[in-house]
C-alpha cells in the first residue's frame, strides 16, 4: 500500500495528479469501449495528451534533478519509470489505431485491460517509493519549487 504522503509536499501534489488521471482513464476508457462513434478516438487522443503532459513534468523537470541529487540514472528507478512511460504512451498509440481500425470489443477491452494495469502498477510504484524518496531527496524547499516548475505549478499561478 503506498505511504499518505505529507500535505503539500511534492508526493501529495503529484498523487492527486494520478488520481485526476485515473477519473479521466476511467470515463475514456468507459466511452471507448461503450461508444461506437469517432468521439472515441477523440477522447482517447485527449487523454493521452494529459497523460504525456505528466510524464513531461516527471522526465523533464523532476527525474533530472532526482538523478543529479541521488547519483542514480542508468538502472535507478527513474530508468525503469522511463521504461514504463514509453510503454503506456506506446499502448495508447495501439489503442488510436485499433479503432481506427474499427477493430471489436474483444480487442479493445485487451488493451484498454493492459493500459489500466500497467498505469495502476506504475502509479504503486511512483506513489510507494519514488514520489517519497523525491520528497526526501529535494526536502522542503526544493520540492515546493521543482514543483511550482510543473505543469502542476504554472497552472495554480
Ligand atoms: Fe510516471
Ligand atoms: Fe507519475
Redesign the pocket.
Known amino acids: 500500500m503506498p505511504s499518505t504522503p505529507v500535505e503539500g509536499s511534492l508526493s501529495s501534489a503529484?498523487t492527486s495528479?494520478?488520481r485526476r488521471l485515473d477519473e479521466l482513464w476511467n470515463e475514456t476508457r468507459r466511452t471507448v469501449e461503450n461508444d461506437a462513434s469517432a468521439e472515441r478516438i477523440t477522447r482517447l487522443e485527449a487523454f493521452g495528451k494529459e497523460l504525456r503532459r505528466?510524464?513531461l513534468d516527471?522526465e523533464e523537470i523532476l527525474f533530472p534533478r532526482f538523478e543529479e541529487r541521488t547519483g542514480t540514472r542508468a538502472g535507478g528507478p527513474t530508468a525503469v519509470m522511463r521504461m514504463e512511460h514509453r510503454q503506456m504512451e506506446a499502448l495508447i498509440q495501439e489503442l488510436i489505431t485499433t479503432l481506427g481500425k474499427g477493430s471489436g470489443p474483444v480487442q479493445v477491452a485487451e488493451q484498454t485491460k493492459v493500459f489500466s494495469s500497467l498505469m495502476d502498477g506504475?502509479?504503486k510504484k511512483?506513489e510507494g517509493m519514488l514520489y517519497p524518496m523525491m520528497d526526501r531527496a529535494f526536502g522542503e524547499v526544493e520540492g515546493p519549487a521543482l514543483l511550482a516548475k510543473t505543469s502542476l505549478g504554472r497552472c495554480e499561478a
Do not use: C, N
Open positions: 503529484l495528479e494520478h505528466h510524464i516527471e506504475h502509479d511512483e
